[in-house]
C-alpha cells in the first residue's frame, strides 16, 4: 500500500525523498522506471502553428464566422423568426383555401346556395357538393354527386367536377344530374362546355345532353329545371316510365287497365298534389283515373270501358 | 481600466493557438495514434472556438478546446490500426550500443506499444498526458471533468495494467 502512493506521487513527479528510498528498495520500481522512460521517448507529431493559424484562416467556415460576427448573433435568429412567420403564414393561408366545404341537401327537400361570387347551386333532394370556400377566388370548382341547378356569377372558368365528367362554363345557368353511371346537363342559358368520355361537347340553351352511358340529345322547354318548382317534366318518354315516377313521388301504387303504356308523353306534373299530377298527366292523353283506396290509383281509358 | 480580451479578435485568437495547439495535438494524438487524424481534430477544435469567440472566455479557452476536441474524436468512428513510434534510447555507455542491447530495446518497444494497445483509451490517455507531457493530475483531472484522485487513479492503474501486460508478453 505504502509503496503504491509513493509510486502515485512519483508519477505526478511529487515523490519526497524518503518516498524514493522506499520505491528504490522495491525490486518491481525497476521495471516501472523502464517503462517510465521508454514511454517518453514517444514520436510526437510536431504542430506547426504558423501554418496551422493559416490553414484555418483559409477554411470558408472560419471566414464567414468572422465576417458576420456581430450582426450575425442578432439579425439570423431575428430573420430566422421572420421567416418562420411567413412560412406559417403561408402554410396556413395553404391549408385553410385548401379546406373543403362540403354540403349535402336534405333527403325530404331542396336547398339553395350562394357561392362567395354570388353564383347560385339549388341542391336537388339528397345532392351533395363541395368546393372550396376560402380558395373560391382563385378555383371557382365544385364536385358535384346527385343533382344541382348552377346559375353562376360572370367570371373566371367555374367547374363542375362529377365522376363520369367535368363541366366548365364562364356564366350561365344549367342543372347537372349525376346518378350511377349517369351524366345529363342541361343548359338554360348561357353556353356550357362538358368533358365527358374524353370527350368535349358545347350544350348550347335548350339542349340536354345524356353524356354517360350514352350520348343522348334532348329538348328542354322551361327556363329552370322542372324539380325547382317541385315538378317534375318528360320530353317524350314512355307512360310507364311517367307513372312510376308518379309512384316514386308519392309513394302510391298506380294501375293501369286497357291502355298503352308505351304511349309517349311530353309535360310536367307537380309534386304538390296528387289530383293535380294525376290531372295533368291523365287529361292530354285522354286517360282517367280513380283511387281505389288511400294509396291506390288505377288508370284507365275510359272509351274503352 | 484594462480593456476585456475576446478571443473574436484576431491577435487573441492566435495567441490562445500557439498557448494551446501542440499540446491538444498530443491529446488528440494520444488518442487517436495517428498523426493526420489528430492534426484534423486540433484544426476542428479551433475552428468551434471561433465560431462560438463570443462565448468563450480567454480564460475558458483551453477548457473549451479539450472538451470540444474530446468530444469530436468521440465523434469519429473508424480508427485506423496505427502504432506509436519511440526514439532509440540514449546511450550511456559503450556497452548499450551493443547489437543485443538494440535488439532488446527494439523488443521492448514492440512490448509496450501491444501494451498500450491492450489499454483503455481513456486509460492510455490518462497514462500519456502523465508521463510523456508531464501533465499533473490535477490538469488531467479539468480535461475529464474527474477529481484529481481519480485522475491519479487512472494513470497509476494503466502504468501497473502495462507492467503486467509486458511482463506476461
Known sequence: ???????????????????????????????????????????????????????????????????????????????????????????????????????????????????????????????????????????????????????VAKGKTFTVRTPSGNVSVLGTSFNVKTENDILIVSCFEGLVSVNANGMNTLVTPGDSFSFAPMLVNNKIYTSKPSWIFNESSFVDIPLDAVLMEIEKHYKVTLTTKNIDVTLRYTGSFTHTNLDQALQTVTLPLNLSFSKDSKNEVQIYDPKKQ | MEKQTNICQEQAFNKVYKAQAQSLRNFMFFKTKDTDASYDLVQEAFLKLWQNCA???????????????????????????????????????????????????????????????????????????????????????????????????????????????????
Open chain 1, 1 to 151: 500500500m505504502e509503496t503504491k502512493q509513493a509510486l502515485e506521487k512519483w508519477l505526478n513527479n511529487e515523490a519526497t525523498p524518503a518516498e524514493m528510498q522506499v520505491l528504490t528498495a522495491w525490486p518491481e520500481f525497476d521495471s516501472y522506471k523502464k517503462i517510465d522512460t521508454h514511454t517518453k521517448r514517444m514520436v510526437l507529431p510536431e504542430h506547426d502553428i504558423t501554418s496551422g493559424i493559416k490553414a484555418l484562416r483559409d477554411t470558408p467556415l472560419f471566414n464567414k464566422a468572422q465576417k458576420q460576427k456581430r450582426p450575425k448573433i442578432v439579425t439570423l435568429p431575428m430573420l430566422l423568426k421572420i421567416a418562420a412567420i411567413f412560412v406559417l403564414l403561408a402554410g396556413s393561408t395553404v391549408f385553410v383555401t385548401t379546406l373543403p366545404t362540403n354540403i349535402q341537401a336534405p333527403i325530404t327537400s331542396i336547398q339553395t346556395i350562394e357561392l362567395p361570387d354570388s353564383s347560385k347551386i339549388t341542391l336537388k333532394e339528397n345532392a351533395r357538393i363541395s368546393y372550396k370556400k376560402y380558395g373560391w377566388p382563385f378555383n371557382r370548382e365544385v364536385t358535384l354527386e346527385g343533382e344541382a341547378y348552377f346559375e
Open chain 2, 55 to 169: 462565448k468563450v472566455t480567454p480564460e475558458k479557452a483551453k477548457s473549451y478546446l479539450f472538451t470540444t476536441a474530446n468530444n469530436l474524436f468521440l465523434n469519429t468512428v473508424a480508427h485506423k490500426k496505427v502504432q506509436f513510434k519511440f526514439t532509440q534510447g540514449v546511450k550511456k555507455s559503450q556497452d548499450n550500443n551493443s547489437p543485443e542491447f538494440l535488439l532488446e530495446e527494439k523488443e521492448f518497444g514492440q512490448k509496450l506499444q501491444k501494451a498500450l494497445d491492450s489499454l483503455t483509451q481513456l486509460q492510455r490517455t490518462a497514462f500519456l498526458l502523465s508521463r510523456v507531457e508531464g501533465k499533473k493530475y490535477r490538469e488531467i483531472a479539468a480535461i475529464y471533468n474527474i477529481s484529481e484522485k481519480a485522475a491519479g487513479k487512472r494513470v497509476l492503474d494503466a502504468l501497473e495494467k502495462l507492467r503486467e501486460t509486458i511482463d506476461n508478453l
